[in-house]
C-alpha cells in the first residue's frame, strides 16, 4: 500500500490502483495521521482538528467511530492502531511519498558528483503532484505542509543548480523561465535563469531577466535586488565568466562511529586481503569474521575498517552488540535507535517498533555507501535487523560463533580468523619488547599464550610493567602447571583469558558446557587433541552421533577445532580453562577410568589386528564404543595417531600413582614403539615409567641403539 501527500491525499493498493476514501472526515483524519506517520496522534487533537469549536463529550465516540470507518476503507485493519489515548498510522519504508521525497534529498545532498544528484533530485521531484494535502484546509497541516512547500523549492534550486554543473545551460532555461515567473521574489531562481542564459550565449536575455527580477522586488517589497543578484549582473555587463555557487543542501549527518585504530597491530595479511576482497563485491554485503576468544577479532575488523574508510564516503556506524561479556547483550532495537539518531533522523521521530526502526534504517541507507561494523554478536538474530538491504553497503560482523545462519540465509562469507602464525606471533611480542632479541625465548613464550594477541599482549604488558627483559623467567612461571591462568591474570575482566573465556562457555548449552569441562580431563591426561570416540568414552555415552552433536557446537563456538575428520583440538589456554572447570565434576575417579579404559582396551584391540600373540584385556571397564579397527591398517594407523596421548596417558598414571595402569600399557605398546613403530624414545620412556611402577620390564624387544635398525620387519 502506498499513501501520497504531496498533491491531493490518496491512497494506492495493489498493482498501484487507487483506494478511495469517500468523506471529507475521513480523508483529513488520514492526513492528520500521515503528517505524523509511525507516531501515536492524541485523540484530542484529532477531535479540535476534525470538529473544532464543535467537539463536545461526544467526540471521543464520534472519532472511534471514524476510525473504525477508515480502517474498513484500507482494508487493513492493521494499520490503525489505538495507542494510550491517541491513534497512529503504520508506515512502512518507500509507502508515504514524503518520506520517500526526503530520503532521496539527503541522498542527494551527499552525492558525490553532479551526474547523481539530478537524477536523485529529478526522482525526488517527480513524486510532486500539487500542493501538500490539496484541498484539506486544516490549520493542523499548514505547517507541515509549508514545510514540505519550502523543501521542494529548495530541492528545484539544488537541480538545477547541478544541471548548470553539467554543462545543461541552454536545455533548462525554459524550466527556470517558469519557476522565476512562479515565484517572483526568489532571487535563487532568478541567479540560475540569468547564468543559464548568459552561459548559452544569451547575454541580453540575461540582463533583461535580471530587470525582470528587480521589477517585481521593487514593486512587491520595495527593495533592491540582493548582492548576490547584482553581482550576477555586474559580471554579465563586464563579459566575465563565473562559477555558481552550489546551494546549501540540507546537511546529511555523515557518521563517523568507529573504535580508534589498535596501535601496533600486525601481521593478518590474508583476512586484511580477504575482507578488502569481499568488500569490493557488490553481491556480498556482509561478512562474518568468526573465531575464538582473544583471537583479534575486534582489532582486525577495527583495523581494517580504518584502512577502508574512504571507499564508504557516506559514513561508518558501529556497535559492540555485548553478546559476550560480563554486560548484558545489547537490545537489538536500541542500537536500531542509535543509527537512526546517528543518521538524522529526530529522537521524537525514531519509530517505537523494533521492525519499524530496522525497515526505516534499511530507507536512510537505500544508496549510500556506508559501512556498518557490528561487533561481538552472538546469534544471527541479533545482527539481521540491522544489516543494510542494499549492496551499495557493506557489514562486518564479529562473533566467537560460526553465525552459520547468516550465511545460509543472508550470503554472508565467513572469514575464520586462526591463532596467529608463528611469525606473526614473535612480530607482535618483537614490537613490544624491542630489547629482547632472543628469538627462540620469543617463539617459546608465543607457543605458551597459544599465539592468542591477548595472551601475547598480556604476556608482553608483564614483562613491561616489571622493566625486566628476562623473558625466561616469565615463562617459567607461565609454564607452572600449578598457577595455570593465574599468571595472566590482570586484574581486568574484559583482559584476563580466564574471564574472556568464560562468556564462551557461559553461552554453552548444558550438554555441550559439560562436554567443554570434559575436555579438561584429556587435557590434563591425554592430550589436547583427541578423537570423537575417545570423548565418547570420557560422556560415558554410547551414541558418537550425540557426541558429535555437540562436537559441532563447540567448533560453531570456535572453543575446539576439529583438525582433521574425527579429530579435535584444543588450544593450550583454553585447555588450562577446561581443565580448571573440570574440578566442577563431582566423580573424578570415574570419569579418568572411563578415559583410561578407553585407551587401554583401544589399544589392546589395534595390537590384536597387528600382533595377535602380544594382545590382552586390560583389567579395566572397557568403553561402550570404540572405533571399528577392523584390519591392520587402520590398527596402525590409530596406534601412530594416537600415540602422543598413549604417552600423554602414561605420564598421568605416574603422576597418579596407577601402576596397573603403567604395567598393562607398557605389555600392550612397549614392543610394538621399540619395534615396529621405531620410535625408541617413547619405548625407553615407558620402559623407564613402568620400571618405576615395579613392571617386569626385562624381556622386552631391545634398543638398537647404534645402527637405529629396527628388530623387527614391518
Not at 197 to 216: I, T
Not at 223 to 251: H, K, N, Y
Not at 458 to 468: D, H, I, K, N, P
Request: proline share 6%; net charge negative; aromatic share 4%.
Amino acid at each position: 500500500m502506498r499513501f501520497d501527500v504531496l498533491g491531493a491525499v490518496r491512497v494506492r493498493g495493489a498493482a498501484d490502483r487507487e483506494v478511495p476514501v469517500p468523506g471529507l472526515l475521513r480523508q483529513r483524519l488520514l492526513a492528520l495521521l500521515l503528517a505524523r506517520a509511525n507516531a501515536p496522534v492524541p485523540a484530542e487533537s484529532l477531535a479540535t482538528a476534525l470538529w473544532g469549536e464543535r467537539a463536545d463529550d461526544r467526540a471521543g465516540s464520534r472519532l472511534h467511530l471514524l476510525v473504525h470507518r477508515l480502517r474498513k476503507t484500507l482494508g487493513e485493519p492493521g494499520r490503525l492502531v489505538s495507542d494510550g489515548g491517541g491513534y497512529w498510522i503504520q508506515v512502512e519504508p518507500d509507502e508515504l511519498d514524503a518520506e520517500r521525497f526526503e530520503t532521496l534529498l539527503d541522498l542527494a545532498g551527499s552525492a558525490p558528483d553532479a551526474e547523481r544528484r539530478v537524477d536523485l533530485l529529478r526522482q525526488a521531484n517527480r513524486l510532486w503532484r500539487g500542493a501538500p494535502y490539496q484541498d484539506l484546509d486544516l490549520r493542523e497541516l499548514a505547517g507541515e505542509a509549508q514545510r514540505l512547500a519550502e523543501l521542494r523549492l529548495e530541492s528545484l534550486e539544488q537541480l538545477h543548480t547541478a544541471e548548470l554543473e553539467r554543462g545543461r545551460h541552454a536545455s533548462v532555461v525554459a524550466e527556470l523561465t517558469e519557476l522565476a515567473r512562479e515565484n517572483p521574489l526568489r532571487e535563487r531562481f532568478h541567479a540560475l535563469l540569468m547564468t543559464a542564459l548568459y552561459r548559452a550565449g544569451r547575454q541580453a536575455d540575461a540582463l533583461a531577466a535580471y530587470q525582470r527580477a528587480r521589477s517585481a522586488l521593487v514593486e512587491e517589497l520595495g527593495l533592491e535586488p540582493g548582492p548576490a543578484l547584482r553581482e550576477i549582473e555586474a559580471r554579465i555587463l563586464a563579459g566575465e565568466q563565473f562559477d555558481f555557487e552550489r546551494p546549501a543542501a540540507r546537511r546529511t549527518p555523515r557518521p563517523a562511529q568507529l573504535p580508534h585504530d589498535p596501535p601496533g597491530f600486525v601481521g593478518r595479511e590474508a583476512a586484511l586481503a580477504e575482507l578488502d576482497r569481499v568488500s569490493e563485491s557488490a553481491e556480498v554485503p556482509v561478512a562474518v569474521v568468526a573465531g575464538t576468544a582473544g583471537v583479534g577479532k575486534t582489532a582486525l575488523v577495527t583495523h581494517w575498517a580504518h584502512g577502508a574508510r574512504e571507499r564508504f564516503p557516506d559514513g561508518q556506524l558501529h556497535a559492540d552488540l555485548r553478546g559476550y561479556g560480563p554486560d548484558h547483550p545489547l537490545p537489538t532495537g536500541e542500537v536500531l535507535g542509535g543509527f537512526l539518531r546517528a543518521l538524522g533522523v529526530p529522537a521524537e521521530a525514531v519509530p517505537a517498533a523494533e521492525a519499524e526502526r530496522a525497515a526505516r534504517l534499511r530507507t536512510l541507507l537505500d544508496q549510500r555507501r556506508m559501512l556498518i561494523v557490528l561487533d561481538n554478536a552472538a546469534a544471527p538474530e541479533q545482527v539481521r535487523p540491522l544489516l543494510p538491504g542494499t549492496s551499495s553497503c557493506f557489514a562486518v560482523v564479529t562473533s566467537r560463533d560460526a553465525l552459520a545462519g547468516l550465511s545460509a540465509r543472508d550470503g554472508a562469507h565467513r572469514v575464520v580468523l586462526d591463532r596467529m602464525q608463528p611469525a606473526e606471533a614473535r612480530a607482535l611480542l618483537g614490537e613490544r619488547l624491542v630489547a629482547v632479541s632472543d628469538v627462540e625465548l620469543l617463539d617459546r613464550l608465543a607457543e605458551r599464550c597459544a599465539r592468542l594477541p591477548l595472551a601475547l599482549r598480556v604476556a608482553a604488558e608483564r614483562v613491561r610493567r616489571g622493566r625486566s627483559t628476562d623473558v625466561a623467567e616469565l615463562l617459567d612461571e607461565l609454564t607452572a602447571q600449578s598457577r595455570g591462568l593465574d599468571a595472566f591474570d590482570t586484574g581486568d575482566e574484559r583482559t584476563s583469558p580466564r574471564a574472556v573465556f568464560s562468556w564462551s562457555y557461559r553461552n554453552l548449552p548444558p550438554d555441550a558446557a559439560r562436554l567443554f569441562r570434559l575436555y579438561g580431563f584429556t587435557c590434563r591426561h591425554a592430550g589436547h587433541r583427541v578423537g570423537v570416540f575417545a570423548l565418547t568414552a570420557l560422556l560415558g555415552a554410547d551414541d558418537v552421533r550425540t557426541t558429535r552433536r555437540l562436537l559441532d557446537v563447540l567448533v560453531r563456538a570456535h572453543l575446539i577445532t576439529e583438525v582433521s575428520s574425527g579429530r579435535f583440538e584444543m588450544h593450550p589456554l583454553l585447555g588450562d580453562y577446561a581443565t580448571e572447570l573440570a574440578a566442577q565434576e563431582a566423580d573424578h575417579a570415574a570419569i579418568i577410568g572411563r578415559l583410561l579404559g578407553f585407551y587401554l582396551h583401544t589399544a589392546s584391540l589395534a595390537i590384536g589386528q597387528v600382533d595377535p600373540g602380544r594382545a590382552w584385556r586390560p583389567d579395566v571397564p572397557a568403553p561402550a564404543v570404540m572405533p571399528p579397527l577392523s584390519n591392520r591398517e587402520s590398527a596402525l594407523n590409530w596406534l601412530e595417531t594416537e600415540r602422543p596421548n598413549l604417552m600423554c596417558v602414561a605420564e598421568s598414571a605416574a603422576r597418579a600413582g596407577l601402576h596397573d595402569v603403567l604395567t598393562t600399557l607398557f605389555g600392550l605398546y612397549h614392543d610394538h614403539l621399540a619395534g615396529r613403530g621405531r620410535c625408541y624414545d617413547d619405548a625407553d620412556r615407558l620402559r623407564e615409567l613402568a620400571s618405576r611402577a615395579g613392571a617386569d620390564v626385562s624381556d622386552r624387544v631391545p634398543r638398537a641403539r647404534n645402527s637405529r635398525e629396527s628388530p623387527a620387519a614391518p
